[in-house]
């Protein structure tokens, strides 16, 4: 699995794993038979939420769970990666980046992590996750 995928796995998942009501069930319609009725099995639910996925909720949500609070995930790719639970190295990165276009050089300066944290953002918007403009921007 692609790096981009496994950090949206990571978020998605954990909007996902919020609890969702389940749909009403109609009750079975009740038919006079010797033949007793077969149940049908109830329709699989969807891993996924319904809506659009709060990026910045699920990141808080992390940073609650596992007291990151020194991380600063709202601009660095290293630290957000670390929130996540990903290995941040310079490896991982360059693989991240190639994954994203970056064309600039792969040497984790600053201007490529910079590049790759707002191109995560900019990616988990257009994968279905609501971004606020001060991550993307």
């Given at each position: ?77 290293v630290d957000l990666m670390k929130l996540v639970g990903l ?22 300066s600053a201007e490529m992590n910079i590049w790759l944290h ?13 971004v606020p403009a001060s991550l993307k921007d």
């Amino acid at each position: 699995m692609s790096i981009f995928g496994k950090i949206k796995d990571a978020i998605f998942g954990k909007a996902a794993a919020a609890p969702q009501p389940a749909p009403a069930q109609p009750a079975p319609a009740q038919q006079p038979s010797a033949m007793p009725q077969m149940q049908q099995p109830a329709p699989a639910q969807p891993a996924a939420p319904a809506g659009p996925v709060d990026v910045e909720m699920a990141l808080m949500a992390f940073e609650t769970e596992r007291g990151s609070a020194d991380l600063n995930w709202r601009t660095s790719i290293v630290d957000l990666m670390k929130l996540v639970g990903l290995d941040s190295s310079l490896d991982n990165r360059k693989e991240l980046a190639t994954e994203l276009g970056y064309t600039g050089a792969k040497d984790g300066s600053a201007e490529m992590n910079i590049w790759l944290h707002k191109a995560v953002m900019q990616e988990l918007a257009k994968n279905g996750g609501t971004v606020p403009a001060s991550l993307k921007d």
